[in-house]
């Protein structure tokens, strides 16, 4: 991490002070303090994702920090998929601070501005069916046969996104906004972790951070209202809840795809399992 950060033109000159890693399951990130500045160094954490475009999430990582929506930009190198951004002092949000005062209320304001921005801001699409249909190749080529159980999740999933995907609204969106990606700086909140980001189903960002936080029925509809700017259309409640289980078979696909990549900071095995059991008895319910 070290070398990573003498490799950056603005800072090779500096002193290194230390370097405290920080969480994350798909990258190795670490805040790094040199002399009197503090940046949030980020390199994967083993493996690639066919999802993932770095040209991509550069264009994206630049145009949300414009808008005060994301960290601003050190430095970034996206055939070494390095990227350097300023430290926002504050603190990830957990599934419990999520609950305190009206952090609900906050995050569903900050992802509708992101939703609310001009499109062409942006780069990328992110549509689930193609996102899902690229893990289970990349999976096949690696030998990772899906079986009878997970294939038939699959394959409902796919009409999900393709009955979802006729009526979606594209707009810039995270597409990953779980809780840890979402900084409470005190006066605002920022998103971070853009890789993959771009156009797509604001209501699949409504359902992703729903899902992650784990809210009940009643913290939803909080932040649907708040997201809408007053009661939700009966829609918008249908659309979030068929996305909830699919998002578990998206992750659930992903941590396949990165534990076969090397990735090894969790059990990624055991993770993809608990989430696409979760799907499925979700998609049982719905």
Known sequence: MIDAVRSVPA??????????RLDGMSNTTCLVRVDDRRVVVRIPA???DPVVDRVVELANTKA???EGLGPNLVYADPARQLLVTQYVDGAPLTRATVRRGTMIEQVARVLARLHALD??????????????ERYRRRLARAGDRLNGDDI???????????????????VPCHNDPWHSNIIN???????????????GDAVWDLAHFAVEADLDPDETERLLYAWSGG???PLLRARLALWRPVTDVVWGLWARVQHNGGNDCVDLSAYA??????????????
């Open 185 to 199: 700086a005190g006066d605002r909140l920022v998103l971070v972790d853009w890789e993959y980001s771009g156009i």
């Open 64 to 66: 949300a920090a414009a």
């Open 231 to 233: 009661p939700p259309p």
């Open 46 to 48: 083993g493996g690639d």
């Open 273 to 286: 399992g608990r989430r696409l059991r979760r799907a499925r008895r979700a998609l049982d319910d719905s």
């Open 119 to 132: 499109a062409s801001r942006f780069r990328g699409r992110f549509v689930v069916g193609t996102v899902l």
């Open 11 to 20: 800072l090779a000159a500096l002193d290194v002070i230390d370097v405290t």
């Open 152 to 170: 038939a999740l699959l394959r409902r999933a796919q009409r999900v996104c393709a009955t979802l995907g006729r009526t979606a609204a594209v």
